[in-house]
């Protein structure tokens, strides 16, 4: 036997266990790539079964809110149509705990269950309606001055309150060309009509303006008066003409020892009631809302979410209209007021 020969048969058994550890190695390899998929698949549908399932709880929970609003505003519609700040639907609801509501005994509450609730219905006549300013295709002359009073108020440019007028009547305008001729193609060309008043941007207006219209303003589905028992000072000095700041917040004080029971009593205590003639007609204002807007908000699990619900009050009859919902960071939640 040569020495090659002997050299390639001592060779031979540090290949082959070469060869088994290299196998090993790959095999286990391929197991733990599989398991680690396996868990990560198990994980990821464990998480998203969590997350529809607090997804569905938070929706059963904000219906429940929802429908107690409207019992609350069905109950109120029963004791007159006369709307102000010290009746029960005006108090906002502070963050609660969920249990001390569910718990047949206050001091039997679930403390581990972590879900907290908040809420307000607020009067959305309590705000100029950005409806009223263009009425069958035209201007509307006493809402376009009082939004000009508010513009000044908030040093925004008149001239995007003209753009926005403007755009509104074009918008009307081809709305109801598209509606009359029945064509489809002429639909699909009309604008997107804004229901919420951050689609106003759509118009043309500048975030930020719209962002300093919101706490004065809304944009209802009907043209609306303002509530003189619920309006803001700022709101009161928009909308009664030849009102300065100072008049406006003396009636709300005024308002707030006892609210006003007719249009007529407001104008007489905002200085006005000799000058009804100049007011043109007093549909502008009212004692009584027909809509409102219901915020719930609600944290459970390390998740929070905020509905804003848009009602509109008929009698006893309180209708849905829109819903909004957007979900909220726990560390940086806005206040309700």
Known sequence: MTRRTRQR???????????????????????????????WQQWRSVEIEAAERSRTQMQWVLNGALDWARLILQEDARNGEIDHLSEPWALPLQEARLSSFLAADAGQADESMEAFLSGQISDQQALLNVRNLVLEGKPNPRAVQAFERLFNQLRLPRSQLLLLVDKLMTSQATEADANRSLSSQALANAPLRPTRMEQLEWLGLPHSTVQALLPYATLLPLPTPVNLNTASAQVLQAALPDTDMGQARQLVVQRATGHFTSVTQALQAAGLGGNTAALADQQDFSVGSHFFAVRGRLRLQGHAVQEVSLVERNGATVKVLARQREALAITTLPSLQ
Do not use: I, Y
């Open 9 to 39: 048969l001592s060779a031979w058994p540090a290949q082959k266990t070469g060869a088994a550890l290299l196998t090993a190695m790959l095999t286990v390899t391929l197991v733990a790539t599989f398991a680690s998929a396996a868990l």
